[in-house]
């Protein structure tokens, strides 16, 4: 079965960097195209970043452009997020995501806070 589980996250000060980490098992992770959402407290979820199978191509959300850069290991079948110059409004739980066979799949989540 598809499982999606992310690591990575923590509380850092704004202007901080961190790297989220998506580790997917149950499928060929190198034939899809992953995706980063987040969902901040009270706000709906949103399209963070998303990278084709092979890492060629990536696009992001117009706010995260600059600072945030989605990667992917096709060897280790791992997505990451790096991200930097982080934040609080950047304070969320952030969850991968892979489409598959018609079913959106979903990790449980990486919580990221943004404080001073």
């Known amino acids: 079965q598809v499982q999606l589980v992310e690591s990575g996250g923590g509380l850092v000060q704004p202007g901080a960097s961190l790297r989220l980490s998506c580790a997917a098992s149950?499928?060929?992770?190198?034939?899809?195209?992953m995706k980063w959402y987040r969902q901040a407290p009270g706000k709906e979820r949103e399209l963070v970043a998303i990278i084709a199978p092979a890492g060629t191509s990536t696009n992001y959300a117009d706010s995260m452009k600059g600072r945030f850069t989605i990667s992917r290991d096709n060897t280790k079948n791992t997505v990451y997020l790096q991200m930097n110059s982080l934040k609080p409004e950047d304070t969320a739980v952030y969850y991968c995501?892979?489409?598959?066979?018609?079913?959106?799949?979903w990790g449980r989540g990486a919580q990221v806070t943004v404080s001073s």
């Open positions: 995501n892979v489409r598959k066979g018609g079913l959106v799949y």
């Open positions: 149950g499928f060929t992770f190198s034939s899809f195209a």
